[in-house]
T-cell receptor, first 114, second 110 residues
Framework: DADVTQTPRNRITKTGKRIMLECSQT?????MYWYRQDPGLGLRLIYY???????NKGEISDGYSVSRQAQAKFSLSLESAIPNQTALYFC?????????????FGPGTRLLVL | QKEVEQNSGPLSVPEGAIASLNCTYS??????FFWYRQYSGKSPELIMS????GDKEDGRFTAQLNKASQYVSLLIRDSQPSDSATYLC??????????FGAGTRLTVKP
C-alpha cells in the first residue's frame, strides 16, 4: 500500500464550486505539505503543517484553505474554484530534523476547473 | 529572479553518455539540497540529497555542490532510456521552506 495517498485522483469541477482534496499518510511524519504543479513553473507550495495545531501559508495560499484533521490527514479546499486553479496538486510529507527533510509525495490529483 | 533556477531543456543525450543537470539558487544561507526525478504523469521521487561542498556519489548518480557559487549539479553516468524524466532541483531556504526549480526534462535516446 502507498505511504501517501490522495483522493480524488482526478476531478472536474465548475467555476464557483467548493471542492476538497484529501491526503492521508501512513509514514508517521509530522510535516505535511500541499503543492501545485503547473507546466514551466515547477512545484509551488500552497500550505504546510508541522503538526496538528500548526498551519502555515506557503508561496501561493490565496484562494485555498487547509485542515489538519489528524497527524495522518491533511486536506486542501478550494472555497470557490476558478479556472486558473486548474493544475496538478501534490501532497507530501517529511520527518523532522536536519537531514530528515526528504519529502515523500502522493500520486497527485489532476484538477480541471471549467 | 527565481529562487531556484534550472534550464528547462529538453536535454537530449545518447544512451551510455553522461547527462549533466545544473541548478543555481539565490538564498546564500541554504544548507540542504535535493534532486528529485519525476516521470511523466507521476509524482517526484528523491534521487539524491547533499549538504556539504563537493561530490556525493550513489551508483550512477553524482551530486555536486558549490556553496560559494550557489550551484548544485547532478551527473548521470552511463545514461539509460529509463533515466528519461524531468529532474527537479530543490533547496531548503532561510525560512526552512523547500523551494523547487521548474525542472529539466531529460531524454536519453537509445
Amino acid at each position: 500500500d502507498a505511504d501517501v495517498t490522495q483522493t480524488p485522483r482526478n476531478r472536474i469541477t465548475k467555476t464557483g464550486k467548493r471542492i476538497m482534496l484529501e491526503c492521508s499518510q501512513t509514514k508517521g511524519h509530522d510535516r505535511m505539505y500541499w503543492y501545485r504543479q503547473d507546466p514551466g513553473l515547477g512545484l509551488r507550495l500552497i500550505y504546510y503543517s508541522f503538526d496538528v495545531k500548526d498551519i502555515n501559508k506557503g508561496e501561493i495560499s490565496d484562494g485555498y484553505s487547509v485542515s489538519r484533521q489528524a497527524q495522518a490527514k491533511f486536506s486542501l479546499s478550494l472555497e470557490s474554484a476558478i479556472p486558473n486553479q486548474t493544475a496538478l496538486y501534490f501532497c507530501a510529507t517529511s520527518d523532522l530534523g536536519i537531514g530528515q527533510e526528504t519529502q515523500y509525495f502522493g500520486p497527485g490529483t489532476r484538477l480541471l476547473v471549467l | 529572479q527565481k529562487e531556484v533556477e534550472q534550464n528547462s531543456g529538453p536535454l537530449s543525450v545518447p544512451e551510455g553518455a553522461i547527462a549533466s543537470l545544473n541548478c543555481t539558487y539565490s538564498d546564500r544561507v541554504s544548507q540542504s539540497f535535493f534532486w528529485y526525478r519525476q516521470y511523466s504523469g507521476k509524482s517526484p521521487e528523491l534521487i539524491m540529497s547533499i549538504y556539504s561542498n563537493g561530490d556525493k556519489e550513489d551508483g550512477r548518480f553524482t551530486a555536486q555542490l558549490n556553496k560559494a557559487s550557489q550551484y548544485v549539479s547532478l551527473l548521470i553516468r552511463d545514461s539509460q532510456p529509463s533515466d528519461s524524466a524531468t529532474y527537479l532541483c530543490a533547496v531548503i531556504d532561510n525560512n526552512n521552506d523547500m523551494r523547487f526549480g521548474a525542472g529539466t526534462r531529460l531524454t536519453v535516446k537509445p
